[in-house]
């Protein structure tokens, strides 16, 4: 069930209380979140991936690191922001004698996962995600999907919300916003072809062909499969010599 309170408050009051032993635990959940899922192998947060992308992925074909900018601008300070909030929405739930689970691991057809925050009690989960637009931005497609496997993982009887963290925005307008999801079935259906799709990508013999949908063309930009021609990462020319690590 939807809980009876709203996740960007929680956080405002928890944070007026100026409690800091909050963060007592915060240096590990930081280590934890930057060093976790650094294996080449296929995970819920793969969702959305091209599936010429994901081959590679899942075969250590990457030709390419990681652009270093684009990881610690966006994917390093996404999990410092995922994990803070984490962290701080805990200590209200604690407060409230409310059981709060941090990073909770499952699985969906052999695919492992981390959930950013779970509710037992209400049966109901939390997937934070950073957007780096001027303006507001509501989730996207794969922020649905990662969501809808969590709940498939957790016998799909759990409500879900994004909250999407928006450091950017100027300005008095908020930089939290929590969208619950609005028809459960529908994106765990959703999110059962995508199982499929991403299973069949990870495992074929020979390279799919690139399938990466308009709304997901960013990926292109920090792709790490060089030899594929939709590939516009700004590493694409540079010579590697060993394959590298996702």
């Not at 739930?93 to 689970?101: A, H, K, S, T």
């Not at 499969?225 to 690590?245: D, H, I, M, S, T």
């Amino acid at each position: 069930m939807q809980p009876p309170f709203y996740f960007p408050d929680i956080i405002d009051e928890e944070l007026l209380r100026n409690d800091r032993s909050i963060f007592a635990d915060i240096g590990a959940d930081i280590e934890d979140a930057l060093t976790r899922d650094q294996v080449a192998g296929l995970r819920i947060s793969d969702v959305g991936n091209c599936a010429l992308q994901q081959w590679a992925k899942c075969h250590n074909e990457f030709t390419m690191p990681r652009d270093p900018t684009t990881q610690w601008s966006r994917l390093m300070a996404g999990s410092l922001f995922g994990a803070l909030l984490g962290r701080i929405f805990k200590a209200a739930m604690d407060r409230r004698e409310v059981d709060c689970l941090l990073e909770r691991e499952v699985a969906i057809d052999g695919i492992p996962g981390h959930i950013d925050v779970t509710l037992p009690e209400y049966k109901h989960v939390y997937e934070l995600k950073s957007n780096y637009n001027l303006g507001p931005k509501k989730p996207s497609f794969s922020h649905w999907l990662q969501a809808g496997m969590y709940i498939d993982a957790l016998d799909g009887d759990y409500t879900a919300s994004v909250v999407l963290i928006q450091p950017t925005i100027a300005g008095t307008r908020p930089r939290l916003y929590e969208y619950p999801c609005e028809d459960v079935a529908e994106i765990i259906e959703q999110s059962r072809r995508e199982s499929l799709r991403l299973r069949r990508a990870s495992g074929a013999i020979v390279p799919p062909e690139p399938d990466v949908s308009k709304d997901e063309a960013w990926r292109c930009a920090s792709c790490q499969y060089g030899r594929c021609g939709q590939n516009k990462n700004p590493l694409k020319g540079k010579v590697f010599l060993e394959p590298v690590a996702a």
